[in-house]
């Protein structure tokens, strides 16, 4: 049986999926650009070994993180200066992080990440939302030439949520970092993490790391 925070994990990482995503995930070691120069533009999520975020269904049973994993991803919100979100995961994160920490069943980890959320400014894109709360900006206009006009600002990193809003953010060139949670299970199908491009990205690997469970970090920059 799963405890409340694997439920609760669980519960926030299928609202991911179905939005496809934009969703928390980052990692401690993130650094800023320097001034001056663009924002970095990162998208990270778990991932079975053969390539999927989610197994036929949404089903996410695979990927329940370990306390430390889970620590990790909390810390990721912590030092992440702007969020990219899509409709449908705003609505799922929205509607349960704002007050997750005060629930009377909520562990210490729960409260300290419901927080992280809170404080951390995030971009909605969607037509067919009126508005937005906790720290959040609406935009309804073209999802890539926002992100591009944000990524060519000064200031921290962010993070892009969702294999739906990443994917067009992919193909049009913009991400600089990927960061994958690889755990040692084969889905055979389902929500792939990589979107299919027109040509190949080159990239350098500059961080692993391995967690409980046999779960791999790797994160890579964009060669450009």
Not at 30 to 48: H, V, Y
Not at 107 to 126: G, H, L
Not at 197 to 220: K, M
Request: aromatic share 10%.
């Amino acid at each position: 049986m799963l405890s409340p925070e694997r439920e609760d994990y669980l519960r926030t990482q299928i609202a991911h999926r179905l939005g496809y995503r934009a969703a928390p995930v980052c990692t401690c070691e993130i650094d800023s650009r320097e001034a001056g120069t663009m924002r970095k533009l990162i998208f990270g999520m778990n991932l079975s070994l053969d390539g999927y975020i989610a197994a036929p269904g949404d089903d996410l049973g695979w990927s329940v993180p370990s306390d430390e994993l889970f620590q990790w991803w909390s810390d990721r919100v912590g030092a992440t200066s702007l969020a990219l979100y899509g409709r449908k995961l705003w609505e799922a994160m929205s509607s349960h992080w704002p007050t997750a920490d005060q629930q009377p069943s909520a562990t210490p980890a729960q409260i300290e990440y419901a927080r992280r959320w809170r404080d951390m400014p995030k971009v909605v894109f969607s037509s067919t939302i009126d508005k937005v709360d906790w720290n959040t900006r609406l935009v309804t206009g073209d999802a890539v030439t926002e992100i591009a006009r944000l990524r060519a600002e000064d200031g921290g990193p962010m993070d892009i949520c969702g294999a739906t809003l990443a994917a067009a953010a992919m193909r049009a060139g913009l991400i600089d970092e990927y960061v994958l949670v690889t755990a040692p299970a084969l889905l055979g199908g389902g929500t792939p993490f990589f979107t299919a491009l027109d040509s190949w990205v080159n990239l350098n690997l500059v961080e692993t790391r391995t967690f409980p469970g046999g779960v791999v970090l790797t994160r890579y920059e964009t060669r450009r």
